[in-house]
């Protein structure tokens, strides 16, 4: 079971949670009452902005066009990031965390509260 630690803009722990590989990330904030911004839990307003961070290997991951649209509009990504599908590694740049499944690996996960 992957352990999160939530943590502000300034790296100072807000929470550890243990969740389920699969539960979307959002919901794990919200049962946990991290202090994570969000608005519309559906994928569309670009505030539930996080950068996650993990020891380990990268792995590949494939965004939707949605949450790179999004990234993009709300100023996060450029149109080069925006334009690939798959990325490096869940870390490789802001992630909407409506739109991300907890993986098998222990995360860190930044919540800036701007
Ligand atoms: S809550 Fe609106 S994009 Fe995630």
Do not use: Y
């Not at 969740?19 to 839990?41: F, I, K, M, S, T």
């Not at 790179?68 to 690939?84: C, E, P, T």
Request: charged share 20%; aromatic share 4%.
């Amino acid at each position: 079971m992957p352990t999160l630690h939530f943590v502000d803009g300034a790296g100072q722990l807000i929470a550890v949670v243990e969740a389920q590989p699969g539960d979307l990330l959002l919901d794990v904030a919200r049962l946990a009452d991290v202090p994570l911004h969000w608005r519309c839990g559906q994928g569309t307003c670009g505030t539930c902005k996080v950068a996650i961070r993990h020891a380990g290997p990268e792995r590949a991951v494939s965004l939707s066009r949605k949450e790179r649209n999004v990234l993009l509009r709300a100023g996060l990504i450029d149109a080069a990031q925006a334009a690939q599908e798959i990325w490096a590694d869940v870390s490789a740049g802001w992630r909407l965390a409506c739109h991300v499944p907890v993986a098998e690996q222990d995360w860190q996960v930044v919540c800036p509260q701007d």
